[in-house]
């Protein structure tokens, strides 16, 4: 199930270099905890599971497509805890789809709860009849589907960012970088009116669309949809944040208006984290999506922000180019795209380098462009893997940051993420992420000639 060994001493984990130590989320509601050889990214279960059970009356998740590997059982078994509280709380879970490359007429919403069911039923050890009321529901359409990774408990907790719940990407012996966070307090409430908003297209969806009856399963089967949560939230907290989504096609984007704020406040640096900013091809459009785009969307801010002399720093993904992997272009061929373009961009804004120097000096004078590392000397995991990263981050004057689910590169879907505004907080997110991967991977940045 969690393709773990079942272990009492971490003698008997040696041999694999992990400890043997609990898995909370192995628990259901038959059965305790196990002791397993686990290693430190084996907790991401843990923090997914936690923020689950957590939830009294109401639990919300959005997420790409359904959780698979090692994430399978554990969001099985939050669920079967869930459905022996005294009082089970209502739950929606929101996709784009069970599975990423299939079409949801393929998949209706109703089958894959009636699947979870199965499962539930079985690592629970629950009876015939469902106790708690779950909503899933499908938002896709035209090249246009849900990208936000969240769960919220009561309107109290929250956990959203990077990670899809997939085990491959995560949890295997090449795993890929990727960044969420877990937060608490009234920006929670206002996070649960983005997760509301995309529960009222889900409904125009399945009643505007022929097939809209793939769109949307419930169980009890037939029990309908469940309400937008009516629980206060916190009142009040102490950092400043503010949570951002977009829509898509679907609605307003004022995450984009956000993150494009921030670069344009930014006096001095700019550092990213991500996949990639850059797409694989250019200018190609379909329908609602503008697909790969050359350039970053916020690409003007960068410029203006470049011509300010604001320093810029980027981290990349570094596995092989393919829509299907996580690089969509190769950081150093990024590298040199970035500053033809803002070359480019200066020329035509008539910009002046300072002290006499070309363009195309100054600006390669303040971009450090790198592939994600984790150890100096070393450039891939093996001969069939490079280095992954799935990271949304942004930091702006080591004063604030964006977590989240919106990648750099064009794509027009359904977004999110918190921005928050403290210095102290945002020092500790460097200290404790930014600077160790940074210090390792400055020595593999692009030249820039």
Known sequence: MFARKVCSLDDECASMNTKCRVLEASASASRPARTMCLSPADKLLDRFYRTMISAEKYLDVTSLSMPSGVFRPAFINALTVLDQKATPPTVRILLSGEEVLNINPR??????LEKIWTEMRKAGNLGETIRMHINMGYVSRNFNWNHSKIIIADKQRMLQGGHNMWGDPYLISRPVSDLSMEVYGPIVGASQSFVDSLWAENVRLKTENLLGGAFFGSLPKGSGEIANPLVPTAASGSIPMIAVGRMGTFGPNPSDDASKAMIRSAKYSIDFIVQDLYGLLSN??????????????????????????????????????????????????????????????????????????????????????????????????????????????????????????????????????????????????????????????????????
């Open 284 to 449: 190609v459009k379909i329908k609602d999506i503008q697909i790969l785009e050359a350039k970053p969307w916020a690409f003007d801010e960068i410029a203006e922000a470049l011509m300010r002399g604001v320093h810029l720093r980027v981290i990349q993904s570094d596995t092989d180019v393919g829509v299907n992997d996580y690089t969509l272009f190769k950081f150093y061929n990024a590298q040199k795209l970035l500053i033809s373009n803002v070359v480019q961009y200066a020329k035509e804004k008539r910009f002046k380098a300072p002290g006499g120097q070309s363009p195309q000096a100054y600006f390669c004078s303040l971009v450090q462009y790198a592939p994600i590392r984790y150890v100096a000397d070393q450039t891939r995991w093996d001969k069939q893997k490079g280095y992954g990263s799935h990271a949304k981050l942004l930091i702006v004057d080591d004063a604030a940051f964006y977590v989240g689910s919106h990648n750099y590169y064009t794509a027009n879907l359904q977004e999110f993420g918190v921005i928050v505004a403290d210095q102290a907080l945002t020092r500790q997110l460097q200290k404790a992420y930014w600077e160790p991967i940074w210090n390792v991977s400055q020595h593999s940045v692009a030249q820039c000639n």
């Open 107 to 112: 998949q209706p919403a109703q089958e894959a």
